[in-house]
């Protein structure tokens, strides 16, 4: 009896804290500063539009320009001008988007999903899951890993309260509110393996939401439960027990099953169907599919390449391959926190479900947790369980196949070059006090740095969100212009002088500010192309002309991958080329430096992301030194 009185007075002791520390801690995942409500006005934001077919055509043809040949432009010109012709074949389309787009919340919304992930059938390990790499720790001991991922357990945890009471800060662009969606699908999310397509399965939200989370150790998956009996969370150092438990309970290597969710998804999908017929796999996925998260706690790493950034980049994208952390992973998985042995840490986050900026926000949270003290005293939740095993049967063909993404991953790991740094010249401080937009800014040394290594223009993918609008994700800049090719060449000639740089540098970054703000706004033209493309597809054509022109092939290879993704901590996200002769290259821009994830595939002798960064760090500067020179010229 007494046992019960207990519980009741630390429950409403609990819930008091809880509400009193809503409103007290800056640390708390309840409090934030809360100037709008997080989903205030979601219902009525604008719907994606579909851009006039004429304007999305001139923009196309003007960024394919520096891309082609004059011969071929000529070619390309008379194509767009046949399928955008009166009562052509481009209005019929259009008018079909149209109509989709006036019955639809989102008119692109499941293309996108299908076309960019659930129909992408390679891995999607480097190829689609980017990986996010906190600042890194000094862990010397066991106890100092399980202590550090127990504070990002709780962490992650505070912030799924202000996700399911809607108190995350309303994100805006300028007065704008932008769609929080998907921070509602980051927490019990998992990507499905299909034969031929995936699915996604969220959890998170719905009338049974789940409360343990996976922790993967040795190649082991445990179940733990991290809510008490009153649905209270775990307090970090009983989740510290928890996690050393499962530790203990896995010091030798498991049978790495999860290195099959790094197969091409074909196979994963037509493996998976096969382990789910035995009932003990199937109870098993479903535990991990239902997880809030899953969290690695990582061996050693096999491999180092000397600089840590790196080390931490790899381990979040791949995990250095069956002799690293490789078979520690469950891919489909949305987030995977991963805890390195000697502090490398990080997540990596299957990205079907949500962009960059949400995942972002999260590890600001739980950076700024960590660093806080509310977890010294949160009360203990009460009546733990101990954590459950997760059981596999293995059939004995599946050894082979188990072989066969071990080695299929391996050519992932030893193709894959990432070169991580800190740009310290300036950050967005400085390039603000030019009056210049610091993306754009950064956007043109990419183009710079390119230009320098390839004695061409590159196409440059960077993505801009359209979540402007109702359910909206992303759409391409095209950030290769003939302003920007220009700007190139002009920096690169010995004999141009500082002020016709500069002139060059702002013309380029006018340029590029002019297509992001299209893009943002939803009058971009990747987006709309596709739209065209899916109708002429869905109501059984032949596809246009357009999309098997030179010019459209040349301007959607996308040889430079590039995104600005946002961290209050010293923190960069990163991920693998889009293409095979292409970079990787995302950014955090900070007040007074610009950190770089940076990555280029081995197999291609054309390009090396060492070679790159150096080729993008002599940009930022000599883009500095002309506004320098050239300042320094106006005040004469
Ligand atoms: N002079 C002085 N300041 C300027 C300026 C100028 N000419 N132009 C812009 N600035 C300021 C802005 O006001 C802004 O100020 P703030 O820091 O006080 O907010 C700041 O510089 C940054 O603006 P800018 O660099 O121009 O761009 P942005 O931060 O608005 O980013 C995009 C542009 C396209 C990256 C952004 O709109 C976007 O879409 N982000 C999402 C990308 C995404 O989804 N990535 C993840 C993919 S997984």
Redesign the pocket.
Known sequence: MWILVLEIFIYVFQQQRHLFEKYQNPCSGAMGVITRKMTEGQSSLPRLPVPTLQETLKKYLKSVKPLVTDEEFRITEEIVNKFGAQNGLGEKLQSSLEERAKISENWLTDWWISTAYLDYRWPVVVWSS?GLVFPLQEFHTLDDQLNYASLVIAGALDYKIMVDEKTVPLDM??KDPLDMSQYFKIFGTCRIPGVTRDSIAFHGQSDNPPTHIVVAHNNHFFKIDVYGKRRLPLNAGQIFSQLRNCVERSTHPGVPVGILTSQNRNAWGKNYKQLCKDKLNKASFEDIQRSIFLVCIDGPINKSSGCRANDAALQCIHGNGISGNAGNRWYDKTIQFIIGKKGEVGLTYE?SP????P??NLMDHIVKYIGGSKQDYQLPAVELSKPKRLMFNIPSDMDYEIENSKSSLESLVQDLEMTCFTFTGFG?NY????????????QMAIQLAFYRIHKEPGAQY??????KFLHG???T?RSCSEESTHFAQKMLDPNANSTQKVMALKSA?EAH?KY?LD??NGRGVDRHLLGLKMIAIEQGMDIPKLFMDVSYLRSSHMRLST????AECEAF?C?GPLVPDGYGC?YN?RSDSIVFGTSALNSSPETHSTVFRKALEESLYDMRTVLIEDGLKAKL
């Not at 995104?563 to 946002?566: K, R, Y």
Request: with cysteine; proline share 11%.
């Open positions: 980017p662009m300028g990205h949500a962009e960059g900026p995942i972002a967005k390039i603000k006090s030019q009056k210049l937009s610091p993306d754009s800014f950064i960077e993505s801009a969100s359209t979540r994700r992303t759409e800049i970054i500010k992001a893009a943002v995104s600005q993704v946002p996200m991920y995302c821009p």
